[in-house]
């Protein structure tokens, strides 16, 4: 299993910046999937922010490509979310997650991330 702990959340007014950190408790080579979903106010479903894979393959969702950057710090085993350009649409519960080859998912706790206008 891993153990996913989240940094970096926040209260920030648009156009602002923020950079979310994930720290694995395990090797980030050993894990498939690295990434973030966020889950905004009043919507129940969470939404696929970005992944990027043991392979250094990255993917981003449409309405953050170009304000959005992920990567990684192997030896800290540490994932990090840069967020430019933020807008009040991006406030939500950022989770980060990690996908293992056994396929299990772990989740981290959830940061707080709130733009305001």
């Known amino acids: 299993q891993v153990q996913l702990v989240e940094s970096g959340g926040g209260l920030v007014q648009a156009g602002g910046s923020l950079r979310l950190s994930c720290a694995s408790s395990?090797?980030?080579?050993?894990?498939?999937?690295m990434g973030w979903y966020r889950q905004a106010p009043g919507k129940q479903q969470r939404e696929l922010v970005v992944v990027i894979s043991s392979g250094g393959t990255i993917n981003y969702v449409d309405s953050v490509k170009g304000r959005f950057t992920i990567s990684r710090d192997n030896a800290k085993n540490t994932v990090y979310l840069q967020m430019n350009s933020l807008k009040p649409e991006d406030t939500a519960v950022y989770y980060c997650?990690?996908?293992?080859?056994?396929?299990?998912?772990?989740w981290g706790q959830g940061t707080q991330v709130t733009v305001s206008s």
């Open positions: 395990r090797s980030i080579f050993t894990i498939i999937n």
């Open positions: 997650y990690a996908d293992l080859p056994d396929t299990r998912r772990f």
